[in-house]
């Protein structure tokens, strides 16, 4: 009896060393994953699921983002960056109308969560000046604007707003990390924002694609 239940203890405490070993594998490997399948994305060789809160999930490929009537649009750049700090980077690409090049008209964020590559739409104003630590500048008009940085859920996203100014009557106001601040406050926290390094931007072509989201290369 007492080998008996010696044997079904180490066989629990095996089981859950190899849970354990496995789980962290998946971790290890995760930004190894979310790059290839980005990479299979980009190549236009697998579909995305393009989620919104509007209407919600659809696949579709890449490409398909630039559909739009009789407009010619192109693919501009994009950048590989952690903007959430989860360790797992994200692909951000700038497109738009291939007489407006090479200034952008919209943004598309791809996500990797689980095997699965999701995609999330911004107009220009949306996401911009993004930074090399995943922060970025959005504005809805001249006095409501803010600096920001992006949260992911599996259906959409949500700003994680660092610092914004909203219009009221009679009068702007200013807040820092959801706190009310002076406008001298506010134009410190924007010298601060400014000084911080842009992100780096690649051409969106073969070699390119190839050389950032290549397991050689990170």
């Known amino acids: 009896m007492k080998k008996l239940v010696f044997l079904v203890l180490v066989g629990l405490f095996m089981g859950s060393m190899t849970s354990c070993a496995i789980s962290s594998f998946d ?13 299979e994305v980009l190549e236009n060789k697998t579909e ?9 999930a659809k696949t579709m490929y890449l490409d398909q983002l630039l559909d739009n009537g009789s407009e010619t649009f192109k693919f501009l750049n994009f950048t590989v960056l952690d903007l959430n700090g989860d360790e797992i980077p994200e692909v951000v690409i700038q497109y738009g109308l291939a007489n407006d090049a090479p ?3 919209s943004v598309e964020v791809l996500y990797y969560s689980q095997g699965t590559v999701y995609g999330y739409n911004f107009n220009y104003r949306g996401l911009y000046a993004l ?6 500048t959005w504005s809805n008009g001249a006095a409501d604007n803010g600096y920001a940085k992006l949260q992911f859920t599996s259906e959409n996203y949500e700003y994680d707003n660092l610092a914004y100014a909203k219009q009221n009557v009679p009068a702007e106001s ?6 009310p601040v002076t406008a001298s406050e506010y134009d410190d926290f924007i010298a601060a ?3 911080k390094k842009d992100a780096i931007w690649y051409d969106f072509t073969t070699e390119d694609i190839n050389s950032q989201l290549s397991e050689e290369s990170n």
Do not use: W
């Open 48 to 56: 995305f699921t393009a989620s919104s809160a509007e209407d919600g």
């Open 103 to 105: 200034y952008p008209d």
């Open 174 to 179: 200013y807040f820092v990390k959801d706190q």
């Open 131 to 136: 930074k090399e630590d995943g922060s970025f």
């Open 27 to 39: 971790t290890d490997q995760a930004p190894q994953n979310a790059l290839s399948a980005y990479k």
């Open 193 to 195: 924002q400014d000084k």
